[in-house]
């Protein structure tokens, strides 16, 4: 009995979540630091591995007080995004008229790069915290719009003529069928929204900052200090995952319904 349970363990662990990124990210850094030693990569231009970790570790006290303004500017800019992002979707679902004059609008201004409108945000307002947060709402606000308004035009039209022929208010006909309807499309706007964040704090920060991860690359960038430069890039990365954890743990508790069924879609497959 013990033989046969057995793999079964060892089965559930190897199909945790987690489990299959954390060795595929063990074997890209298995590979990084072979082709620096294979091909004798000079430190200048890629270090390896142990001296990135070197620097988290001897340095982890200044990169985690580093790392706070740059969480604080993506958390405002996220929550600013699914604060106007959200309701901008439901007008634009709602109304053609207002879709035909925003919607083409909102595609147009992704087509200008952010790191080339943040200086603007800098005279404006300042070298404080603003422009870091607005980057963060601009590279934010379109996931969440754009997967927002397909979540609400996929609601079937005969699930709302139904509850409105039972008498339901328009605001009540929204709260049953709509909106639970188009929950899973904005959480997967949100998901991508709140990486996304972490990239326009990062942009303000490199236009005009003396503080933030962002500030650190920077100033790593002028001195040729890639270590410190790389140990950047994973807490940023690691900003990233675990926000988006956030992001998910909330999706599970707000619809579990959908959770579940995507889950067993995952692991059937």
């Not at 201004?109 to 709402?137: D, R, T």
């Not at 619809?255 to 889950?263: A, E, G, K, L, T």
Request: glycine letters at 6%.
């Amino acid at each position: 009995m013990a033989e046969a349970k057995s793999p079964s363990g060892v089965s559930k662990v190897l199909n945790a979540a987690w489990v299959r990124p954390f060795l595929f990210l063990v074997v890209i850094v298995a590979a990084w630091d072979l082709a620096i030693r294979l091909f004798h990569i000079p430190a200048y231009q890629i270090p390896s591995p142990g001296d990135v970790v070197a620097v988290l570790w001897s340095d982890w006290p200044e990169l985690l007080r580093q790392s706070w303004p740059t969480t604080y500017a993506t958390i405002c800019g996220f929550l600013l995004s699914a604060l106007f992002g959200i309701p901008t979707a439901m007008l634009i679902a709602g109304s053609r008229t207002v879709e035909s004059y925003v919607y083409p609008l909102l595609v147009f201004s992704q087509s200008v790069p952010k790191i080339a409108i943040a200086p603007l945000f800098v005279v404006w307002f300042g070298f404080g915290i603003i422009p870091k947060v607005i980057s963060a709402f601009l590279l934010g606000f379109f996931p969440v719009v754009v997967s927002a308004v397909q979540g609400f035009k996929s609601v079937d039209p005969d699930m709302v003529d139904l509850a409105r022929a039972m008498q339901g208010s328009r605001f009540k006909v929204f709260c049953a069928v709509n909106l639970p309807h188009a929950m899973p499309a904005i959480f997967s706007g949100l998901k991508v929204s709140v990486t996304l964040a972490v990239v326009g704090a990062v942009v303000g920060e490199f236009v005009g900052s003396n503080s933030g991860i962002g500030y650190v690359m920077q100033r790593s960038i002028g001195t040729f200090d890639l270590p410190t430069m790389f140990a950047a890039l994973v807490i940023l990365a690691l900003l990233g995952v675990i926000l988006f954890w956030i992001v998910d743990r909330i999706e599970r508790l707000v619809i579990p319904w959908h959770v579940s069924q995507r889950d067993d879609i995952i692991f059937a497959s």
